[in-house]
């Protein structure tokens, strides 16, 4: 395990989300894809979260962070982080960038709304094979890409499910 992802483990610890069902996720970029690299949060402006981000990939239950990565994940549409647990973000560099917006609902029925809206405002990027949403249970990740090859993109969405589905 290398000193960035050990880092990112202390501060999942410290942020009080050991068991969220969000912690599989936290990976670098080469567990997804061969290709994919992580980006340094030093490269701050590829981060439009800097303010609330302490790592990438960061996984918290802070609330300043849930509710920014709540409205950034749907648009602006979820309004804010009510229902939502635990938010995980995460950036790669591959040919281009693919990146994570990790949410753990509260309830079933808190992730059942969030879904509804993650799905709406997904749909035309999902469409376009830019997007797809996943959900396991009370878990739902959006993977995103910005033109990767389709054998990264599928190995990364195949890696997302399967680190979901392991728990």
């Known amino acids: 395990m290398g000193p960035k992802l050990l880092l990112g483990w202390s501060l999942l610890l410290l942020a009080g989300c050991a068991s969220s069902a969000l912690g599989p996720l936290v990976v670098d970029g080469p567990e997804l894809h061969a290709s994919l690299v992580t980006w340094k949060l030093g ?5 439009h979260m800097v303010p609330v ?13 849930v509710d920014t990565l709540a409205r950034i994940a749907s648009q602006g549409r979820l309004g804010g982080g009510v229902g939502v647990r635990a938010a995980l973000y995460a950036l790669y560099l591959g040919e281009s960038e693919v990146g994570l917006y990790g949410l753990e609902a509260a309830s079933t029925a808190d992730a059942d709304r ?16 830019r997007a797809r949403v996943h959900r396991e249970g009370k878990v739902l990740v959006v993977v995103w890409n910005n033109g990767v090859s389709p054998s990264c993109w599928e190995a990364v969405n195949a890696g997302v499910v399967k680190r979901l589905t392991a728990r």
């Open 43 to 47: 490269d701050a402006t590829r981060f």
């Open 53 to 65: 981000l302490r790592a990438n990939p960061y996984l918290s239950s802070d609330a300043e962070f």
């Open 114 to 129: 969030i879904e509804g809206v993650l799905r709406g405002t997904w749909a035309l990027n999902a469409s376009l094979g």
